[in-house]
């Protein structure tokens, strides 16, 4: 039989079984797609091959002719895909490959796996129904111990460990599916909800919902007791009256020789804290095994994994992480040495020692200094944007004093910096050399690496259905059009316009909040459909520029309609609104279409607002962004006349309501996803 690397559920029918082997239960499998089909890019399915607790499994090969197993994950989509992520940077002999994680054009994911070509354990009990020689047990149980203890070893409980679950690969045996793997944390292991594993093989503190790796130890003392008697321990009519022997009642352990007895004995106890503390304890109670070598047990994970030579030693303990730790990395603790023998580490560095320049130490520490500040919880939001107001007033009544001393204070900076290049006072430090033993030492990889937050984050973005998607941008547009409400009075008294009830007044601030609501809404909009990933910048600039465009047409067509006119009030650009033909400046001396056209496309081209709307951002309102528009307009400004402060002021304004509207992930929140989604 050809099995995949991945859950078929004991009561399915297995798509074919082995010569011997009993027939399946019920009539043939039925699978969504059929042979030759190619659901997902790059990959042709050959035949369906199981069907599990989350979706189909299937036999298919990749252009290039690769074998591959392809999981169709239709249910309990972020439970399966949590667990595959956490592990696809596992490498372990005894662990089938988890490649990747697919999306086809309807959005639904797919898990690309190793086909294991041989019998599942499942399989091998069938055809041994009292049982399998021992020496066959030591052969499987080894090889699943390994592969469990590397898990462990790593902080993931697989949580779903049974007969079809392992699998024999050409004389290696290997375990599948970590549809249901688990990182071990203390907030993890209470307060559990999810439905855990198959009700054979179940811990008794699962219905509890309180658990370590302990569950593992105790399904593969059920496992190490079917192989050698070809029976469960615990058996009955109803999952109920399973499920109570497995609270109450204790196995029958006649059946079993020494030392499999007492192993069994203690691997089921219903105090987790009787079982075995480690897979480890668990190999060497049952000693070595005699007259054969064909998979040894490795004790220290390292030695376990013949594709991670030269790694450094794990510790044998669990991770377990803190509720209020605030950085969380999951993995192995490598202790000083564990990697080897310690090389003394020699190198030359020739020329002085690197001086940092004083007058830029000191403006980089007070923008630290000054970026802490912003960013602790006591800086509250209202505060921040009084102060970005402000400085934005001060900037428009001011800009044309305060914007010629910093040119030329950059300036008289440039040539103070050449000279003191020029003499010397600046030497770079050459690149120091590590010799080849510790070059090579930091170049070997564990065979995992943590996923970041950005990816962790990113895919819990793209399970995210259309409806929510709609209900979050309807929000977000009703937020930004509150704040532009509010804006639009600031920047109305900034320019002094009345704010009486006169039919001028109220026109103008009627396109003044338009125009700021609209901008906002677009640039919502357009994020809310680039947050699933990072993307091409180019193509999202160039949709920046097509935007931009839309919205220089759109405002002064309300402006046209509304006989709205903007004075330029503030003289900040080189270029004079006068000197352009009169096909862009109308006899009012007022912008026409092209003046709108050109200084918007030019300014949705250079801003990144994917930046301001990413609910990845690092804090829900930040003043860079804010001056970094500002610095965009005053730029294009410089080479394209437009009536100010206004288009200073209604960038800036959309950048302020797009931060304050546009969803955020608390750091909380992160928190929190990082313990229920960990890193693998």
Known sequence: MKSPAASVDSDVPQAKKPDGAPGPKGGAMKFQYASGSKPLEGFTIKRGIGRGGFGEVYFAVSDAGKELALKHVERNLEVELRGVAQCLNLKHNNLVDLYDIRYDEQGEAWVVMEFVSGQSLKDAIDRNP??????????????????????????????????GNIFDDIGVVKIGDYGLSKFISVSRRSGQTESVGT??????????????????????????????????????????????????????????????????????????????HSVAELIEALGPRPGSVVVPVAINPAG?????????????????????????QFGPMHGPGAAGPSVPVTATVVGPKHQPEPIAAAVKTGLQHFGAWWHQSVTSTPLKVVLVLGGVGLLMMYGGVLLPVAAVLACLYAVYYGIRLATGAIQETPPVQLPPQQASAKSKKNGWRPISWQQQGRELLRMRTLSDRVAELSTSMLGSAMVAGVLTLVMLAIMGESLD?????????????????????????????????????????????????????????????????????VFVHGISA??????????????????????????????????????????????????????????????????????????????IAVQLSAPWISSRDRLEAARSWPHA
């Not at 007022?590 to 690092?618: E, S």
């Open 130 to 163: 009292n049982g399998l020689p021992l020496e066959e047990v030591r052969y499987w149980f080894d090889g699943m111990a390994a592969g469990c203890l590397y898990l462990h070893d790593h902080g993931i409980v697989h949580r779903d460990l049974k007969p």
């Open 199 to 276: 009700f054979h093989y179940m811990a008794p503190e699962i219905g509890k919902g309180i658990y370590g790796r302990e569950i593992d130890i105790y399904a593969m003392g059920i496992m190490l007791y079917e192989m050698i008697t070809g029976r469960l321990p615990f058996e009955g009519e109803s999952s109920q009256e399973i499920i109570m022997k497995h609270l109450t009642a204790d196995p029958d352990l006649a059946m079993l020789p020494e030392p499999y007895k007492k192993v069994v004995e203690k691997a089921l106890q219903k105090d987790p804290a009787q079982r075995y």
């Open 304 to 328: 376990a994994a013949a594709t991670s030579a030269g790694n450094s030693a794990a510790d044998s303990n669990t991770i377990y992480i803190d509720d209020d730790e605030k950085l969380i």
């Open 501 to 569: 009830q006169t039919p001028a007044a109220l026109v103008k601030a009627g396109w003044v909040f338009t125009a700021t609501t609209l901008g906002s809404w677009i640039v919502l909009a357009v994020g809310k459909f680039q947050e699933t990933a990072d993307g091409d910048q180019a193509k999202r600039r160039f949709v920046g520029l097509v935007l931009g465009l839309v919205y220089g047409a759109l405002i002064f067509g309300l402006a046209s309609y509304l006989h709205v006119r903007l004075d330029d009030k």
């Open 578 to 655: 006068r000197d352009f033909p009169a096909s862009m400046v109308g006899a009012d001396g007022g912008p026409r279409l092209p003046m709108y056209l050109v200084y918007f496309g030019a300014i949705f081209l250079t801003v990144g607002w994917w930046h301001q709307t990413d609910p990845l951002r690092k804090s829900r309102f930040r003043i860079w962004p804010v001056l970094s528009t500002l610095l965009v307009a005053w730029c294009w400004n410089l080479f394209w006349a437009f009536p100010q402060p206004w288009g200073f002021m209604l960038p800036a304004a959309i950048s």
